[in-house]
């Protein structure tokens, strides 16, 4: 697989870096659709509003787009995504993978299955747009589950610098009480695993050339302080490996707090700004306020943010 990432990626480099030329996206989160009755709907209706007020050219979901992983509740989704006026890349989220209605649940956290088929042809589309764009095939085998997972997995470059979407999610089942998936992070630390699809990613040096490198993911590598990693992000060891692969220059983008922030993603410290480290940038729910993160990338290569 390693040579055909840097074989893919060199190439969309090679026909796709315009280092210098500005540009704009803009990334949404935690949708939800299925939650409140028709509240969330409306909220992404707004939501989907401002992004067409701006100059953004593609908007990454970050996640937990439906409430309870159930195919209405996908279709809905896609059909409301489906009137972005640009290109969205969704993410898959801890809500997106183990359907349950009421307390009635599937065996298995198969979300990943109905991701993959819903979104088939818009990642079809993404690849005939963006020249490179790969994404990961499934199924893949995961040993420790022992359950087929659809990883998604995808990356491409696009004006000089890299968009790479990661799945971490948990195919485990929620703590005690609780329907659906576990809200901690999983590495998937095995073969075609997400850890070591984004690991060969990276030493095929396909983003090396990249003037900025964007990740985009449910978890956030740092979690609000009085919540315990291990429950409901990456445990210390897991943020360890993490630190190790995530050494390029930009950040990751996430959801899952429900909340607005950006600062470092390693810092233990209290929101500062960050200098010279990975950073985070957390996007509120678009369930409970519409709230758009709005990234310029000017010529210079300097990164703003606006979330409104
Ligand atoms: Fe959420």
Same mark, same amino acid.
């Given at each position: 697989? @390693?040579?055909?990432?840097?074989?893919?990626?060199?190439?969309?480099?090679?026909?796709?870096?315009?280092?210098?030329?500005?540009?704009?996206?803009?990334?949404?989160?935690?949708?939800?659709?299925?939650?409140?009755?028709?509240?969330?709907? @409306?909220?992404?209706?707004?939501?989907?509003?401002?992004?067409?007020?701006?100059?953004?050219?593609?908007?990454?979901?970050?996640?937990?787009?439906?409430?309870?992983?159930?195919?209405? $509740?996908?279709?809905?989704?896609?059909?409301?995504?489906?009137?972005?006026?640009?290109?969205?890349?969704?993410?898959?989220?801890?809500?997106?993978?183990?359907?349950?209605?009421?307390?009635?649940?599937?065996?298995?956290?198969?979300?990943?299955?109905?991701?993959?088929?819903?979104?088939?042809?818009?990642?079809?589309?993404?690849?005939?747009?963006?020249?490179?764009?790969?994404? $990961?095939?499934?199924?893949?085998?995961?040993?420790?589950?022992?359950?087929?997972?659809?990883?998604?997995?995808?990356?491409?470059?696009?004006?000089?610098?890299?968009?790479?979407?990661?799945? =971490?999610?948990?195919?485990?089942?929620?703590?005690?009480?609780?329907?659906?998936?576990?809200?901690?992070?999983?590495?998937?630390?095995?073969?075609?695993?997400?850890?070591? =699809?984004?690991?060969?990613?990276?030493? %095929?040096?396909?983003?090396?050339?990249? $003037?900025?490198?964007?990740?985009?993911?449910?978890?956030?590598?740092?979690?609000?302080?009085?919540?315990?990693?291990?429950?409901?992000?990456?445990?210390?060891?897991?943020?360890?490996?993490?630190?190790?692969?995530?050494?390029?220059?930009?950040?990751?983008?996430?959801?899952?707090?429900?909340?607005? =922030?950006?600062?470092?993603?390693?810092?233990?410290?209290?929101?500062?700004?960050?200098?010279?480290?990975?950073? $985070?940038?957390?996007?509120?729910?678009?369930?409970?306020? %519409?709230?758009?993160?709005?990234? @310029?990338?000017?010529?210079?290569?300097?990164?703003?943010?606006?979330?409104?």
């Amino acid at each position: 697989m @390693r040579i055909l990432l840097a074989a893919l990626l060199a190439c969309a480099y090679a026909r796709t870096a315009k280092a210098g030329e500005a540009f704009t996206f803009a990334v949404l989160s935690d949708t939800h659709i299925g939650h409140g009755g028709d509240d969330a709907a @409306r909220r992404l209706k707004l939501a989907i509003d401002k992004v067409r007020s701006t100059d953004a050219e593609f908007v990454f979901i970050t996640g937990d787009l439906t409430h309870s992983a159930r195919p209405e $509740q996908y279709a809905q989704v896609k059909a409301l995504f489906d009137t972005f006026t640009i290109p969205y890349f969704p993410v898959l989220g801890n809500h997106d993978i183990w359907p349950y209605h009421e307390n009635v649940e599937d065996k298995l956290p198969d979300g990943d299955l109905l991701f993959e088929t819903t979104f088939g042809p818009v990642f079809r589309e993404r690849a005939s747009r963006f020249p490179g764009f790969l994404k $990961q095939a499934g199924p893949v085998w995961d040993p420790e589950r022992k359950v087929e997972s659809y990883y998604q997995n995808y990356a491409f470059v696009h004006k000089g610098c890299g968009f790479v979407a990661l799945d =971490w999610i948990s195919r485990r089942h929620a703590i005690l009480g609780y329907p659906g998936a576990h809200a901690q992070a999983d590495l998937h630390d095995f073969p075609d695993g997400t850890y070591r =699809w984004a690991e060969e990613l990276k030493s %095929s040096g396909a983003l090396a050339g990249a $003037q900025r490198v964007f990740v985009f993911q449910h978890h956030p590598l740092r979690i609000r302080w009085g919540i315990p990693d291990f429950l409901f992000g990456f445990s210390h060891g897991e943020k360890g490996k993490l630190r190790k692969l995530f050494t390029g220059d930009w950040g990751v983008f996430a959801g899952h707090h429900h909340r607005a =922030w950006k600062g470092d993603a390693f810092d233990e410290q209290p929101e500062v700004p960050v200098i010279g480290g990975l950073r $985070q940038v957390e996007t509120g729910a678009s369930m409970s306020g %519409s709230m758009v993160t709005l990234v @310029r990338v000017a010529e210079d290569g300097k990164v703003t943010l606006r979330q409104f």
